[in-house]
């Protein structure tokens, strides 16, 4: 069949497809945009891309993915609260952006209370993981560092008032034990560096590729710093267990944010999303085989409380541990 065809059938495939989608979406309807304060490939990107299918059927509209990264997730929800116009905007947000980057990050011009959390989306427990050249067999003989001549580790997270920078600093000063912090723009470089031996260890989501690392042999686990059993490894030991790290507990969620002062037709929008992702099958199986637990649905009122409770939690923290950058 000559090229030409070929290329004519496509662009006839494509045009019926793009008009089936005008029909279901309405020529009028705006495309509802997804913002991830993160580069494409970190958990937050994959996990709205994911959702994205799933909102796009329940909502009837296009659904737009929209990445952007930037002082550990600052710069995007910057851009949830500076959103106007007729396109509907919401967040695929983590603790990191939402409420640990104002808190540590003075610079930054928005608190944690601007955001109103529509609902919670997924938990993943949080393991403390070490590159493949540390000798030290688990948490125990790493603790013992704090008694040794030898240099202190080096621990990276992916940015300043990320959810990864304030753990490690909990667990430093619950350790007694010097780190010194790297900075990352993201999950993806730090995993890379990590493995690569140019750091020594990092608090991290544990996803499917990082436990498949640790069971290739490439990354060493160290422990939960999570109330939440891990669904592929349940019986990872918690830090907590360790004298000194009672209530050493650090979930990391996932949600979908809007602006407090969004209009209430982008509120609406965000929970049909959040309902449609909680109760689709498809995409909870698959977060599943991922190691990750979809959470459940709960009023309104009860995010709301969870999410205040949260933000005092962490600003008593970071106010205790002097987390802050100023300029």
């Excluded at 959390?117 to 790493?142: D, F, K, M, S, Y």
Aim: aromatic share 6%.
């Amino acid at each position: 069949m000559p090229l030409d065809t070929v290329l004519s059938r496509r662009a006839c495939v494509a045009a019926a497809a793009a008009l089936g989608m005008a029909r279901a979406f309405g020529s009028e309807a705006e495309p509802l945009r997804l913002l991830v304060a993160y580069p494409p490939g970190g958990p937050t990107d994959v996990l709205a891309r994911q959702m994205e299918p799933v909102a796009q059927r329940a909502l009837a509209r296009r659904v737009l993915v929209d990445n952007v990264p930037g002082v550990a997730g600052g710069l995007g929800v910057q851009r949830l609260l500076a959103a106007t116009g007729p396109s509907p905007t919401v967040l695929v947000g983590s603790p990191s952006e939402t409420l640990l980057a104002p808190l540590v990050n003075k610079t930054l011009s928005y608190q944690p209370e601007q955001l109103r959390l529509i609902g919670l989306v997924t938990h993943l427990p949080v393991a403390l993981v070490g590159g493949a050249h540390l000798v030290e067999p688990n948490l125990a003989a790493l603790l013992q560092r704090r008694t040794a001549a030898s240099p202190s580790f080096s621990y990276g997270s992916y940015g300043i008032g990320s959810h990864a920078l304030l753990v490690g600093e909990d667990f430093s000063a619950r350790a007694r034990l010097p780190l010194l912090h790297v900075p990352y723009n993201g999950v993806a470089p730090l995993l890379r560096d990590l493995v690569g031996r140019q750091i020594d260890l990092a608090f991290l989501p544990l996803t499917l590729q990082v436990r498949d690392l640790v069971d290739q042999g490439r990354l060493r686990m160290y422990g939960l710093a999570s109330s939440r059993a891990s669904l592929r490894s349940p019986t990872e030991t918690p830090i907590e267990r360790h004298a000194g790290f009672d209530g050493f507990r650090h979930d990391l969620w996932s949600g979908v944010f809007v602006a407090r002062t969004a209009p209430a037709a982008w509120a609406e929008q965000a929970q049909q999303l959040v309902r449609a992702v909680s109760s689709d099958p498809a995409f909870a199986q698959r977060k599943k085989e991922e190691g990750i637990e979809v959470a459940s649905p709960v009023s309104a009122v009860a995010v709301e409380t969870w999410f205040a409770a949260e933000v005092g939690r962490y600003r008593t923290l970071v106010e205790r541990l002097a987390i802050g950058l100023n300029a």
